[in-house]
């Protein structure tokens, strides 16, 4: 019997985790695998490309897990700066661009991954396309944002305007902050990091200006500004005009599934494909999706969301692999943690906000603490704040932020678990969590958090 024919759409993070995977189940013999991708790299860290930029990380190929020439050496057929640019359903196909040589041609598929990623939200304004403005998605992009850097002139001010105060824009602008720059955030929201409620967001919003970073909330960007040569001067906004020899756009991502679209594949609210719990795409058994161009279930909410996260792109590539290599796997659903920094500030979410909780018709209670990351009397402590959202009535926590400094930002796992497990937030009480002075206050502040959370639900009950 001839081998059946994989194709995988997209060479990072969910389409080479599952081409591997199959190819570790299934041989040659068995299984060609053909792999396309559009950029220059594979198999790297897109969550990295700040602390590149920044500086933290030395080199670019740091960030690259796995080579094209590696993926090869395990019999992937992976093509490089090659683009898929239609799908053919019915027909099982799909046609391709080699971009160098602008050749195109159509290949078969018995079965088929997309893992097209996502793009960095460019909203149709003036000036967007003008040089000197830069998503940061790809190491692609990553590497003509550092280019353009190098061809600003070295003396006078240098001036980053960072458009978004979302994950990704704290982390440019600590980027852009130890290049030298001044920087500037504008933010449309009522304050930084809006997967956050506005009480928390208040405290990224002063550590940042602590830093001597400009962040101007309530800023709706109208259009770029640009000098004789094109590039960039100003940004507009409907508060007012910044400087900018460089704008960086921080305002989030969007599934990439023009392609998926184009071919009718289903697709949900917030645009990313639909799959099944084996990551399989809805109502196509030879069809799967992963990672940033697909949607997932939120476990605490019940409704699907998109979430642009590494950590989940490998996991879904794990779970497609092994379906297609004839293993088993499914994917779950996640309950929405992500961590973040901004210099020396920790910042963390999972579960729900305030706002999330309204949307799906819960009833909650809040309840805010201030604690220390060490025990008081140690060397080092400093401050953080947690805050915990439990369901009226029944306690079920639901979702829990942090704001602190160093070792703050990793106690947020606690709760993810235990929102994956459904514990009341009286139950968190009783869990068994580590204890040292180097590492805790001997009552830890998610254990804090969760005390005074009980007494809320308890007081709104009564």
């Not at 979410?349 to 909650?364: H, P, S």
Request: aromatic letters at 4%.
């Amino acid at each position: 019997m001839a081998a059946e024919r994989l194709v995988v759409i997209g060479g990072d993070a969910a389409g080479m985790s599952a081409a591997s995977q199959a190819r570790r189940l299934k041989g040659p013999d068995a299984l060609e695998i053909l792999a396309f991708e559009r950029g220059h790299f594979t198999s790297y860290s897109a969550c990295g490309i700040p602390y590149w930029v920044g500086g933290d990380v030395e080199a670019r190929d740091d960030l690259i897990a796995r080579t094209p020439e590696e993926h090869r050496e395990r019999d992937i057929d992976l093509r490089m700066r090659t683009e898929v640019t239609e799908l053919d359903v019915a027909g099982q196909r799909v046609k391709a661009l080699d971009r160098e040589s602008g050749k195109t041609y159509w290949t078969g598929f018995d079965k088929l991954v997309i893992a097209t990623g996502a793009r960095p939200v460019r909203p149709a304004l003036p000036g967007m396309d003008a040089a000197g403005v830069h998503g940061v998605q790809t190491l692609d992009d990553g590497q003509a944002l550092l280019d353009s850097l190098d061809a600003l002139p070295s003396e006078g001010p240098r001036r980053a305007v960072v458009v978004g105060a979302g994950y990704i824009g704290v982390e440019m602008a600590e980027a852009m902050l130890k290049r030298g720059f001044e920087v500037t955030v504008l933010n449309r929201g009522e304050q930084p990091m809006a997967t956050l409620d506005a009480d928390m967001g208040r405290l990224v919003h002063e550590a940042l200006d602590g830093l001597g970073i400009t962040t101007v909330n309530g800023a709706a960007v109208t259009k770029i500004l640009t000098g004789p040569d094109g590039r960039v001067t100003e940004v507009a906004t409907d508060a007012g005009t910044y400087p900018a020899d460089v704008v960086v756009l921080g305002i989030g991502v969007e599934p990439e599934t023009g392609l998926a679209r184009a071919a009718g594949l289903p697709v949900g609210p917030h645009g990313g494909l639909l799959t099944d719990l084996a990551m399989r795409v809805v109502g196509h058994d030879n069809i799967w999706a992963g990672g940033d161009c697909v949607e997932v279930l939120d476990l605490v909410a019940g409704r699907t969301r998109h979430v642009a996260l590494g950590t989940h792109a490998n996991k879904h590539g794990q779970v497609i692999g092994s379906n297609i290599g004839g293993g088993y796997g499914t994917f779950p659903g996640v309950v929405g943690t992500a961590v973040s920094k901004v210099c020396d500030l920790e910042i963390a979410r999972t579960g729900l906000r305030e706002k999330d909780a309204r949307a799906v018709g819960l009833r909650y209670v809040t309840a805010t603490i201030e604690s220390t990351q060490r025990a008081g009397y140690y060397p080092g402590a400093k401050p953080m704040t947690v805050k915990m959202i439990a369901e009226l009535r029944t306690g079920r926590l639901l979702g829990v932020q942090i704001v602190g400094r160093e070792g703050s930002a990793k106690r947020v796992d606690v709760a993810a678990v235990a929102l994956t497990a459904g514990m009341t937030v009286e139950q968190m009480t009783a869990l068994d969590l580590g204890y040292a002075p180097p590492f805790s206050p001997v009552w830890d502040p998610v254990l804090v958090a969760a005390r005074k959370t009980v007494a809320a639900v308890r007081g709104a009950g009564s």
